[in-house]
Each structure stands twice: as structure tokens, then as C-alpha cells.
């Protein structure tokens, strides 16, 4: 009897809302605890519209979603874009998740995430990424400068939520 390695997790565009929604929440829920902060407000209905799109991207193991991001070509928040450096063809990252058990696991997810969202945005055209993240979340923040996001504009502050804006150049 042999027994079989089990495959390298890989990449693959969501399919189900609600496997990705449960992993955003899972992951809401870790960083709000890590943090001390409220969990942030998800709806599932925005997790079947990102999904229909084809804007999820989910690093599967087996059967198991470790991580995901999503990319599209529109922001997902309200601010004026002059925060940001001009770019022809930006691309908008959000909702990185990394799974709480593997993250403990497994330290490099988020810095696979991102790198990926690098190169998927490069693929598709994009000359930036750009992403908003909540500073309070230091080792999100330190991730994304760490891989060559710069942040633009002042910390901006709405109830709980702090936000700052960040773009990285794409090398073509």
C-alpha cells in the first residue's frame, strides 16, 4: 500500500458564494478578536455578485479554502480616486482572507495572496493595484507596504473604522 502526497493547494476562481462568504467571515472574525476591534458587516448578497463576476480568486487545499482575494476593475469604496497617483488601467484589490487554522499554519498565505493579485492585475492589463485597508490591522498594512504598496492620503475615520488608501505600480 502507498500512500499519495496531497496536492499542492492552487488557485482557482470561486464558484460558491457561500464557501467564499464563510471563509471572509471566518477570517472577519480571527482578525477582530487578534485586534480587539467589531467584526465587520459582510453581505452575502455582494459575495454572489463578486463571485457571478468572476472576481474571486480562492487558494484551495483539497477539499479546503485557505485564502482568497478579490480583483476588479471599479473600487469598492465611495472616496474620491485623487488620494491615488494617476494610472491608466488600475485594478482594485479587496477582501484578502486567509483562513484562520491555516494562517497559524502557514505564515507565507497572505504574501502568496497578494503576490497573486500582483500578477492576475498584470495579466489582465492593470498598470496599478490599488487597495484600502484598515491601518489598525498592522500586519495587513505591513504585509501589503512590505510587497510595495505605498499608502496616499491621510488615515481617514468613520465610527470604528479607520481607513488608509494604498497602490502599488505593476511592472508590465
Known amino acids: ?14 464558484e460558491s458564494a457561500e464557501e467564499v462568504h464563510a471563509l471572509l467571515r471566518a477570517s472577519d472574525l480571527h482578525t477582530a478578536e487578534l485586534y480587539g476591534l467589531p467584526v465587520p458587516e459582510r453581505r ?3 459575495s454572489r455578485a463578486l463571485v457571478g463576476e468572476g472576481a474571486v480568486h480562492l487558494l484551495r487545499h483539497g ?3 485557505i485564502a482568497m482575494f478579490t480583483l476588479t476593475g471599479r473600487p469598492p469604496f465611495s472616496r474620491a480616486l485623487d488620494v491615488f497617483p494617476p494610472a491608466g488601467a488600475p485594478q482594485y484589490l479587496q477582501r484578502l482572507a486567509i483562513h484562520p487554522d491555516r494562517a497559524r499554519r502557514d ?12 500578477e492576475t492585475a498584470r495579466a489582465a492589463g492593470a498598470d ?8 489598525d490591522l498592522r ?24 481607513r488608509v488608501y494604498l497602490q502599488r ?3 508590465r
Open 107 to 118: 505564515a507565507t498565505l497572505g504574501m502568496r495572496a497578494v503576490r497573486r493579485a500582483c
Open 44 to 46: 452575502l448578497e455582494r
Open 1 to 14: 500500500m502507498s500512500s499519495h502526497p496531497a496536492p499542492a493547494p492552487a488557485w482557482e476562481t470561486a
Open 63 to 65: 477539499d479546503t479554502a
Open 128 to 135: 496599478a493595484l490599488r487597495a484600502e485597508a484598515n491601518p
Open 139 to 162: 500586519k495587513s498594512v505591513e504585509l501589503l507596504t512590505g510587497l510595495g504598496f505605498v499608502a496616499y492620503g491621510e488615515v481617514e475615520t468613520e465610527d470604528w473604522m479607520r
Open 169 to 171: 505600480a505593476l511592472d
